[in-house]
């Protein structure tokens, strides 16, 4: 059962979920993100796209921030046509993008969800960070939202 603290309703165009990151809940948080993005009017490279992203800010919490896995996952219709989803942990370590190490198990997963949405970013906090990215509502016919 996922460890949720609240479900924030800010306004009609966001949803933001106070939790506890760890591995045995990553699906649930994916499925809670892209339902939300769906309601916001998502097509379904989308919601795609929100289950990898979402997938890989909260494992970056769960892999760098094991002194406090809180977080909040945030879905934010940013106009009619963009969304934003943003992960704010209590880490004042910034992400930093490099091309993978292609022979390695890990470290591809920010790289792979910059390449596919058109914004991503890290803005400092007090007390910690939110890592976001940014992409059309309607992101195509399998094309990327970048392309």
Partial sequence: MPVTIARIAEDDATYAWDLVACTSELEHWR???AGAVGRLGGDRDAVALTRLG??????NVIKH???DPRCRLVVTCESDRDVR???CDRS???PKLTVPDWSS???RGLWLLCEMAP????????GGKSVWFRFPLACGDG???RR
């Fill in 92 to 94: 004042l370590r910034v």
């Fill in 65 to 67: 921030v094991a002194h």
């Fill in 105 to 107: 198990e890990s470290g």
């Fill in 31 to 33: 499925a809670i993100a």
């Fill in 85 to 87: 989803i943003s992960v």
């Fill in 143 to 145: 094309e990327t939202a």
């Fill in 119 to 126: 914004a991503w970013g890290c803005t400092r906090l007090d």
């Fill in 54 to 59: 979402v997938t890989e800010l909260i494992s």
